[in-house]
């Protein structure tokens, strides 16, 4: 079995809220207890919502409380198993079999080069096979093809991989598991029911002025509060891409930057390629907010 844990992760909720806080990242009680959770637990947590509202960070956050390393898989469409888990060296593989001499017989070449002096390891392996605190960020999981998820379930499930060669390498310490997800697919029963799950949503106006405020001190409390107020009309309406909290961050440092002290309509205007970015988004908030050009 996996020789873990001292309480690398978290003590409490109360504490997770605190320790995230202090490295900038501001959380909700949902978000603090299910952080917690999944390090109490030693549990892969599941994080779905719309894009930007601090997923991604939230796994850099936790690494950043806890000291420990981030190991970071990022997802793509065609994604596999070379680049996730683990690859063998051909060529050094080719090397060590020219450089071997004549009569030394096959099973002992064979045994020779599916050492792990041959492997490369990629993110999946590489977090399990790591004796120091890790946090294993598995970011934006919806983009692969469906097989990789196959791919997952061992880790997720029992800490380990079967690599045919060598055996099963276990978990030599477990780490702190945080898979992403924009749903822009279901994931499959197997993968979630191995998960605890967490759905994040924009942040109520309060906490996301003290994000806001946190990211951009030299802003007024006022005009944070505006800005997010203004965000929060911008949300309701039918728009392509609603503005997430990276938006929200980007604006304050805007008008700090144009030395803009009152979010008026003309400032609206003239800053809005910062937090829409379609135009047919920026005629509609015109258009239904009645914003003066
Ligand atoms: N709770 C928070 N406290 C502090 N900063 C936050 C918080 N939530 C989000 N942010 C900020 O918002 C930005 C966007 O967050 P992040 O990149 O994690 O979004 P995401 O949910 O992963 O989005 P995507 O789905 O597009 O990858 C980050 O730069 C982060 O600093
Ligand atoms: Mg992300």
Redesign the pocket.
């Known amino acids: 079995m996996t020789t873990s844990t001292a309480p690398t992760w978290f003590s409490s909720p109360a504490e997770a809220a605190r320790r995230l806080d202090a490295v900038?990242?501001?959380?909700d009680t949902p978000t603090a207890t299910t952080a917690y959770l999944a390090g109490a637990l030693e549990k892969p947590l599941l994080l779905e919502?719309?894009?930007?509202?601090?997923?991604?960070?939230?796994a850099k956050a936790v690494a950043r409380a806890t000291g420990a390393e981030l190991i970071r898989l990022q997802c793509y469409e065609g994604l596999d198993e070379a680049r996730a888990l683990y690859e063998w060296n051909y060529k050094k593989q080719l090397l060590r079999i020219q450089a071997t001499n004549a009569d030394q017989d096959w099973e002992q070449t064979h045994d020779d080069i599916f050492t792990d002096e041959f492997l490369l390891t990629r993110p999946l392996l590489t977090a399990i096979r790591r004796s120091e605190p890790t946090v294993l960020l598995i970011?934006?999981v919806d983009k692969t093809d469906v097989e990789v998820e196959g791919l997952l379930l061992e880790i997720l499930s029992d800490f380990q991989v079967t690599i045919p060669e060598l055996g099963t390498v276990e978990a030599v310490r477990r780490p702190f598991v945080i898979l992403?997800s924009?749903a822009s697919r279901e994931l499959s029963e197997a993968v979630k029911r191995r998960c605890l799950y967490l759905h994040?949503a924009y942040?109520e106006a309060a906490r996301e002025t003290e994000?806001v405020r946190?990211?951009v001190p030299e802003i007024s409390d006022r005009l944070a509060g505006q800005l997010v107020a203004m965000i929060g009309r911008l949300r309701e309406l039918e728009l392509k891409k609603a503005p997430?909290?990276?938006e929200s961050?980007d604006w304050a440092r805007t008008l700090v930057a144009l030395q803009i002290g009152k979010l008026d309509d003309a400032a609206v205007t003239r800053t809005l390629g910062v937090v829409l970015k379609h135009h047919s988004d920026h005629e509609r908030a015109i258009r239904e907010l009645k914003l003066a050009r």
């Open positions: 900038g990242y501001l959380t919502g719309p894009a930007g509202v601090g997923k991604t960070e939230l970011d934006e992403t924009n994040i942040p994000i946190s990211h997430s909290i990276a961050v």
